[in-house]
């Protein structure tokens, strides 16, 4: 099976022969920030949405962005075509690049840029019948998770004990407010009222949570960004989850309790066909 082709640092080439420095500051300091790009049809969902979000988080830590918007259309649209006809998750990756190993920034270092493109693996169908289940735990990362940073040790860890209680998200408390999951974002729906945490440096601000936001009050369904206590959360009668890979997840338990009935909630089972006739309209 050959090898799929990946870009780095103007150059397409098979993964198996895309090779980093050692001394890359993305290797040696986790310097670098990414993206993630879910693609329908052939196409990149909401482009220009996520290149805001990267060029934000670029400069938050003051990377200079290496590439044009129609310079990133370009690569992520050859990424896709030589990729396949299926649904694909799109991964670029900017490093502040190599240089000997010190903690301040390097003088006229060169950015390492890589991106790739790989299938979109679908949401098994019974997850949608029966919901997942998650665990909380304390927030303990740092205070710009707003910067979508390559440095995820946190998140893994707080993953991986969600993991090892055999849950498939951590959803992660501050302050008494819910903040985010480890890799997603958090919805709850309480007295009808569909509820996110409002965007700010807690949270890595998702577009899939912006869709969501987007279509909940295009079809006049009741929906407000405002904190979460946590008292609140775990009275909820629906909680879910989104990510460009996700989309949008019911969960029906949490820290092995049921949320309501423990079944997915009418009113997440709207907004998950909402989310499908969206993504049915780019095919047109």
């Known amino acids: 099976m050959n090898s799929p082709l990946v870009y780095l640092n103007g150059e397409y080439l098979p993964l198996d022969q895309a090779k980093i420095s050692v001394l890359d500051r993305g290797f040696i300091f986790g310097d670098g920030i990414y993206e993630v790009i879910p693609a329908y049809a052939g196409k990149a969902l909401r482009f220009e949405h996520h290149m805001q ?22 690569i992520i649209d050859k990424l896709i075509a030589t990729t396949g006809p299926q649904d694909q998750s799109v991964y670029l990756h900017i490093t502040r690049g190599v240089a000997q190993r010190d903690h301040s920034f390097p003088h006229n270092a060169k950015h390492t840029v890589f991106a790739m493109s790989n299938i979109l693996q679908t949401v098994d169908p019974e997850l949608l019948k029966t919901g997942i289940t998650a665990i909380t735990l304390d927030d303990i990362r740092w205070q710009y998770c707003n910067i979508k ?36 974002n958090v919805f709850i729906v309480s007295g009808g009222v569909i509820k996110t945490p409002p965007k700010d440096h807690k949270i890595l601000p998702g577009i899939t949570r912006d869709l969501i936001v987007e279509l909940a009050k295009k079809h006049g369904m ?5 904190s979460i206590s946590e008292q609140e959360f775990f009275k909820a009668d629906e909680i879910w989850l989104t990510s460009s890979t996700k989309e949008v997840l019911p969960v029906t338990q949490i820290n092995e309790q049921p949320v309501a009935d423990g079944k997915p909630g009418i009113i997440w089972q709207s907004m998950y066909q909402k989310y499908q006739n969206f993504k049915k309209s780019l095919h047109n």
Do not use: F, H, M, Y
């Open 53 to 74: 979000r990267l060029q934000r988080s670029l400069d938050a830590v003051r990377i200079t962005n290496p590439l044009s918007n129609r310079q990133w259309q370009e």
């Open 149 to 184: 940073s390559i440095s995820l040790l946190p998140n893994i860890l707080l993953r991986q004990q969600a993991v090892d209680k055999d849950a498939a998200e951590a959803i992660l408390i501050r302050d008494d407010k819910v903040t985010e999951g480890a890799a997603s």
């Open 222 to 226: 009741p929906i407000e960004e405002t």
